[in-house]
C-alpha cells in the first residue's frame, strides 16, 4: 500500500524535498506540505506545477511547535511517512507526534532550544536519543539528521567501514561553498540557525575525548576536486555528535570553508553582541532578540537562489587501516548552483540538504530503511542510499587507490 507523505516547513529545503517528491511520486500515496504561513506551503506547489509536474499536493496550516496539532494532521491524513525540514527548533514536537501515531520520522538537523547555543556533547543524548526507547516500543522508524551535512556524510564514513577499512583512524569532514551570490552578506540558509552553529564552543572528537576550540580559531588548507584549493576551519557540527558514538576510537572532526569577508563581518555582528539570542530591552522598553533582528534584515536565503553562481564540494577524508595496512579514501560530492536553480528553483546549498531525506522516503516506502526505531544514517547500510541519491541528482565519487572514479 502506498505511504502518504507530509513535508513540514516551507523553506529553501522544503522547496527541494517538495519537488524532489513530486518528481517521485510514484514511489508515494497521498502528498501534503505544511507550513505556520500556509501560502508559503502554496508558493512551493505553484512551483510545482510550473516545472509541469502532475503530482498533487495539498497544502496546511501547522503550528509545528504544537504536537498535538502535528499528530492531528497526521492522523487526519492517514500520513506514513512524516519530513521534516523546517526549523530545528521543532525537532522534539515533530518527534513527539510521530510516536504517537506510527508516522516515520526523519528530520535534517539535531534539535535545538530556542533559548541555548552549542549545548554539551554529544547533543543528541540532550534530546533525541532520549526518544530511542519510546520508538521502538511504538515500532516508529526516526532517522536523525538526514540532510547532506549531517547525513550523506554520515553515510560516506559508514561506506569507508563497510568496503574500504577493517579499523578507521579519522573522519575529518569537509564542507566548501565555492560559490557567489552577489550580495554583500547572506546566508545560506536560516540566518538564525547559521549564527548560532558559530558563536559557541567548537567541539571535535579527537584521542577518545571531547575537544574544546573556538570558531576560526584552527584551520588549514584543504585541494579539493572541482572547487581547488580553500581555507576551511575547524568548526562544530551536528554529525560529530553521533559519529563519534559508532566510532568512538577514531578522530572525528568537522572543517566548514568561509571566505574573509563572511569572517570579518560575523566577528563585527558577533563583538558587538547583534548574534546573541537572549533578549535586549531597548531605550524605548521594546524587548529584542538581536539574533532575530539580523535575521530579519539579511536576505532571505531562497531569495539568492537566481543569482547564485558556483560550485560546492562536500565529502569525507577517511583513514584507516585494511589488512594491517594504512590507506585514505575521499568519498565525495559536488553540486552546481546553477544547476540547482534551473531544475527546482532553490541555490546548491539547499538542494544538497532537501534531496537527502527524500531518498530516506522513498526507502521507508520500499521497506529497506524502515526499520522501526530511531536511527542516525551511519546505522544504516549506505549503499543503497547513495546508489539512490546519485539517481535523484546527488552523485558520489571517491578518490582511491585507484584514482577519482563514481561510486
Not at 13 to 31: P, S
Not at 84 to 93: A, I, L
Not at 276 to 291: F, H, I, N, R
Not at 305 to 312: E, I, L, N, S
Request: charged residues 20%; contains cysteine; hydrophobic residues 40%.
Amino acid at each position: 500500500m502506498a505511504k502518504n507523505v507530509l513535508i513540514i516547513g516551507a523553506g529553501g529545503v522544503a522547496q527541494v524535498t517538495a519537488h524532489k517528491v513530486a518528481q517521485n511520486a510514484a514511489e508515494f500515496g497521498a502528498l501534503h506540505i505544511a507550513s505556520r504561513t500556509q501560502s508559503k506551503a502554496d508558493e512551493i506547489i505553484a512551483s510545482i506545477r510550473d516545472k509541469g509536474h502532475q503530482a498533487e499536493f495539498t497544502s496546511h496550516a501547522l503550528d509545528a511547535m504544537d504536537s498535538k496539532a502535528v499528530a492531528g494532521l497526521i492522523a487526519a491524513h492517514d500520513i506514513a511517512i512524516v519530513i521534516n525540514v523546517g526549523s530545528p527548533f521543532v525537532n522534539m514536537t515533530v518527534l513527539d507526534a510521530c510516536i504517537e501515531t506510527g508516522a516515520a520520522y526523519m528530520d535534517t538537523a539535531i534539535h535545538e532550544d530556542p533559548s541555548k547555543i552549542c549545548e554539551t556533547p554529544p547533543w543528541y543524548a540532550n534530546y533525541e536519543w532520549k526518544k530511542r526507547e519510546a520508538c521502538e516500543n511504538a515500532g516508529v522508524t526516526a532517522i536523525l539528521g538526514v540532510g547532506f551535512d549531517p547525513g550523506v556524510v554520515n553515510a560516506y564514513a559508514r561506506l569507508a567501514e563497510d568496503e574500504y577499512f577493517d579499523k578507521i583512524d579519522s573522519i575529518d569532514i569537509v564542507d566548501i561553498n565555492a560559490g557567489s551570490h552577489g550580495r554583500y552578506f547572506a546566508t545560506n540558509f536560516d540566518p538564525e540557525i547559521n549564527f548560532r552553529e558559530f558563536t559557541g564552543t567548537v567541539y571535535s572528537w579527537q584521542g577518545g575525548e571531547w575537544k574544546q576550540n573556538r570558531m576560526f580559531e584552527v584551520g588549514r588548507e584543504w585541494d579539493l576536486p572541482v572547487v581547488g584549493k580553500r581555507t576551511a576551519y575547524l568548526s562544530g557540527h551536528d554529525e560529530i555528535h553521533s559519529l563519534s558514538a559508532r566510532y568512538p576510537d577514531s578522530d572525528v572532526r568537522f572543517w566548514m570553508g568561509f571566505g574573509d569577508h563572511y569572517i570579518n563581518v560575523f566577528t563585527v555582528l558577533n563583538s558587538l553582541g547583534l548574534l546573541s539570542e537572549q533578549p535586549v530591552t531597548t531605550a524605548e522598553g521594546l524587548e529584542v532578540v538581536p539574533l532575530k533582528l539580523v535575521k530579519a534584515v539579511l536576505p532571505d536565503p531562497a531569495s539568492l537562489a537566481p543569482d547564485y553562481q558556483g560550485k560546492t564540494c562536500i565529502g569525507d577524508l577517511v583513514k584507516g587501516t585494511k589488512d594491517g595496512k594504512p590507506g585514505e579514501v575521499f568519498i565525495y560530492n559536488t553540486a552546481d548552483h546553477k544547476d540547482a536553480y534551473n531544475e527546482v528553483g532553490s541555490q546548491g546549498i539547499s538542494y544538497t540538504a532537501g534531496v537527502p531525506p527524500v531518498a530516506a522516503a522513498i526507502l521507508i516506502a520500499r521497506g529497506e530503511w524502515d526499520v522501526k526505531k530511531m536511527v542516525n544514517v551511519e546505522d544504516l547500510p549506505a549503499r543503497p542510499f547513495l546508489e539512490l541519491l546519485g539517481k535523484l541528482g546527488l552523485p558520489t565519487r571517491v578518490i582511491d587507490a585507484t584514482g577519482d572514479h563514481p561510486l
